[in-house]
């Protein structure tokens, strides 16, 4: 009887248009090769079983602790059990909220943050565009402390004043994450409960979002879920600009209502609003074909193409076609880049 090279639970092989990747999610660990080599040993991407044809392979899933020796009727039904387990599983929602010296955080944004707790949105994320006043910020998450939110907030080392934020951050341990945009420097500081607070030196824009890069892979089974089954940006996202209107996101044209005015409730079951959300990276042109496809982020906010919804994300450098990356800048067409004011 045949003996098949399993991978765990924890492995996942995906396959692009001239590489593969092995991901060991228990290690958040990324392997790629060239299709040639996979091939010449016979490794089988479609039904996640590698025949043992090569020693030195097969050694290396079993040094890095990627797989088992199964008989042929013990392989089977594995893999009816691994499909099972990858049944989609919703992920928490994120809500983003962007404040200038003129945005009020009234009672209007914790009715609608309310709302969106009771619908499983449990992370705000709150961006700083100007000095504002840090006695409200407080007040505002002082509010939600019997729920279970997780903050997190971003502000522009030009505009703020960091002491103020940075009392904030050690009042309230439900903020996990504080970050000083455009401070000259990076740097990152982990507490005892596993907060960070960091500065870093690239600027915090509406523009700056949607840049693909290796350093923003997400090798885990839960993002990786996420990805087969919806945008992996925008699913169970929402943004409410400085201005109050309600997108997708911050940088997202599309507005779908106004604080004060609209309904959470309302808001997500529009039609246009959930078809953004549910773009995936298989529905989209070049990325369809990456390897890294169920690993990478996706924005919708600035594509290749501005009139096809699935075209290719603008800021990717990547070609899955011959397997390298460039800046996006130089092979960007120059009316796109018009287009978005870049």
């Not at 008989?71 to 200038?100: P, Q, T, V, Y």
């Not at 943050?113 to 100007?130: H, K, M, P």
């Amino acid at each position: 009887m045949m003996i098949n090279i399993i991978p765990y639970s924890t492995t996942f092989c995906f396959k692009g248009a001239s590489h593969s990747i092995i991901i060991n999610t228990d290690k958040t660990k990324v392997y790629r090769f060239e299709n040639t080599y996979l091939q010449s040993i016979c490794f089988n991407l479609s039904n996640k079983v590698i025949p043992s044809d090569s020693d030195v392979f097969n050694n290396f899933l079993l040094e890095e602790g990627m797989h088992f020796e199964a008989h042929e009727r013990d392989a089977s039904l594995f893999l009816r059990s691994k499909e099972r387990s990858m049944n989609w599983h919703e992920a928490n929602g994120d809500i983003i909220i962007c404040l200038d010296k003129y945005t009020a955080l009234n009672d209007c944004y914790v009715k609608f943050i309310e709302a969106a707790y009771v619908a499983g949105f449990n992370i705000v994320q709150i961006q700083l565009y100007d000095e504002v006043n840090t006695i409200e910020i407080s007040k505002f998450i002082r509010k939600f402390q019997d729920m279970k939110l997780s903050f997190e907030i971003l502000s522009s080392a030009i505009y703020s004043n960091e002491q103020p934020l940075i009392d904030i951050f050690d009042e309230f341990r439900s903020i996990y994450r504080l970050c000083f945009f455009s401070s000259g420097k990076f740097s990152s500081t982990f507490d005892q409960y596993g907060r960070v607070l960091e500065y870093v030196d690239t600027p915090l824009s509406m523009k700056s979002c949607g840049n693909i890069s290796s350093k923003g892979f997400v090798p885990t089974r839960r993002f990786i879920t996420l990805a087969k089954n919806a945008n992996s940006c925008l699913y169970n996202k929402l943004a409410i600009d400085v201005r109050g209107c309600i997108r997708n996101c911050p940088s997202m044209p599309m507005v779908y209502g106004k604080i004060g005015e609209s309904y959470f409730e309302d808001i997500i079951k529009l039609t246009h609003f959930q078809e953004v959300a549910s773009i995936r990276k298989d529905d989209i042109e070049i990325c369809r074909d990456c390897e890294f496809r169920y690993i990478c982020t996706d924005c919708r906010a600035y594509i290749n193409k501005p009139e096809e919804p699935n075209s290719k994300p603008l800021k990717c450098g990547y070609d899955p076609y011959s397997g390298e990356w460039s800046n996006w800048r130089n092979i960007s067409n120059e009316l796109t880049m018009m287009y978005y004011d870049l």
